[in-house]
Nanobody, 120 residues
Framework: QVQLVESGGGLVQPGGSLRLSCAAS????????MGWYRQAPGKQRELVAG???????NYADSVKGRFTISRADVKNTVYLQMNSLKPEDTAVYYC??????????????WGQGTQVTVSS
């Protein structure tokens, strides 16, 4: 079983920055992809940013140029640097990781979520 623990959420003023972290632990053979999703009240969960083991990244159009995703494979950790935050970025942010526990046995795990509120 793979557990994900997120940290770094909070309240920030528009234009401010936050950095989210997510550490994976447990029976991990390899983590293929890690990503951040968010869900605002009354809306569906959406992909914010993802990063593959080789380092390739993808972003939602709404965060391109403002958010940066990175990972530290030695620590099984993924980060999301969020700059120039807007009120519409307010949501619960969830970490996701997918990979292998052993050869042929996959996992797809989620964190518990961390609240990000952008408000003056």
């Amino acid at each position: 079983q793979v557990q994900l623990v997120e940290s770094g959420g909070g309240l920030v003023q528009p234009g401010g920055s936050l950095r989210l972290s997510c550490a994976a632990s447990g029976s991990i053979f390899v983590i293929a992809t890690m990503g951040w999703y968010r869900q605002a009240p009354g809306k569906q969960r959406e992909l914010v940013a993802g990063i593959a083991r080789g380092g390739s990244t993808n972003y939602a159009d709404s965060v391109k140029g403002r958010f940066t995703i990175s990972r530290a494979d030695v620590k099984n950790t993924v980060y999301l640097q969020m700059n120039s935050l807007k009120p519409e970025d307010t949501a619960v942010y969830y970490c996701n990781a997918r990979g292998l526990i052993t050869i042929g046995s996959t996992f797809d795990s989620w964190g518990q979520g961390t609240q990000v509120t952008v408000s003056s």
